[in-house]
């Protein structure tokens, strides 16, 4: 009986243990307060949206001066000027991209100036991964680094191999 009442206990607590405390909630898990872990996600899914909206201006706005975006691609690693000029040409045609978050893990340093993310987004690549660096500025959490991957199941990771396998050999020469 003593055991019933101890689990019953134990479960009563853990069901009142705040949602900030437990920073686990369904597809989500996060350090840092309420209130930054709020800030990054606003952002984060500020910065989807300006893409899928083709809004040149406020989509590079939450990069810093100094930012680093690497795409999917082997060969696309580019400053913040490289990728704008990579981009300027989707965007004046509205011919963008529209990633919505499925799954997000936020951390964020203890003196909250720093935050790393991972997420998995519904694209039009099917699932990719986002990941970054952001740093606090005066005017709002910017992207340091920018890494967007796309995701390979392991059970056709073989099939892919093959299908990329001449072109990244050829990558491989010229990178040694």
Same mark, same amino acid.
Do not use: H
């Given at each position: 009986m003593k055991l019933s009442n101890a689990f019953i206990i134990l479960? =009563?607590? !853990?069901? @009142? +243990?705040? +949602?900030?405390? &437990? !920073?686990? %909630? %369904? *597809?989500? &898990?996060?350090? $840092?307060?309420? *209130?930054?872990?709020?800030?990054?996600? &606003?952002?984060? /899914?500020? #910065? *989807?949206?300006? !893409? !899928? *909206?083709?809004? +040149?201006?406020? +989509? #590079? @706005?939450? #990069?810093?001066?100094?930012? =680093? #975006?690497? $795409?999917?691609?082997?060969?696309?690693?580019? /400053?913040k000027k490289e990728y704008m000029i990579w981009a300027k040409p989707y965007f004046d045609k509205k011919r963008t991209w529209n990633f919505t978050s499925l799954e997000r893990h936020i951390y964020i340093d203890p003196p909250g100036t720093h935050a790393w993310f991972d997420e998995l987004l519904n694209t039009q690549m099917k699932i990719c991964r986002g990941s970054g660096l952001l740093v606090k500025e005066a005017n709002g959490w910017k992207l340091m680094q920018y890494i967007l991957s796309t995701t390979v199941p392991n059970e056709v990771l073989d099939s892919v191999i093959k299908i990329k396998a001449p072109i990244e050999d050829e990558i491989i020469k010229k990178l040694k």
């Open positions: 479960l =009563v607590t !853990a069901c @009142n +243990y705040s +949602y900030a405390q &437990s !920073a686990t %909630p %369904p *597809n989500i &898990s996060m350090t $840092g307060t309420v *209130n930054q872990q709020k800030e990054v996600i &606003s952002m984060l /899914d500020s #910065f *989807n949206t300006a !893409a !899928a *909206n083709a809004d +040149y201006k406020t +989509y #590079f @706005n939450f #990069f810093t001066d100094y930012a =680093v #975006f690497t $795409g999917t691609d082997a060969t696309e690693r580019w /400053d």
